[in-house]
């Protein structure tokens, strides 16, 4: 059989939708949020506060995107488990350990890819 025999394939794709489904929710929540910072801000005269609250949006638009990425590989993820790929590291090809998965279950690589990638970031 698959690859992807090995894991409850079901389950997998339920929780990442759910995870998928709050994040986006998270999104909305996070933009929305930004907007009206944004809108305060343009109507606030005091130098200092206006400050404070464009570095607030800035906070707003750093967070969203973060979630944009998540959102990106929870997708990924979900194509993968339907392509039968699922759970093998992208890098050295071998089966990402199921604790990990199950911890990161969007994740692509195993942990010693992963940390040989944080240590070349560094
Ligand atoms: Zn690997």
Known sequence: ??????????????????RLAEISREHRQIVAEAQLIRADATSVTDFAEDGAMASESEQDDLVASRLMRQADQLTE???????????VCQECGEQIAAPRLKAMPHATCC????ERQERLMR
């Open 77 to 87: 993820a979900l194509a993968r488990l339907e392509a039968g790929t699922y759970g």
């Open 1 to 18: 059989m698959t690859v992807a025999a090995k894991f409850d394939v079901a389950g997998i794709g339920t929780a990442l939708r759910q």
């Open 111 to 114: 942990v010693g890819c992963q």
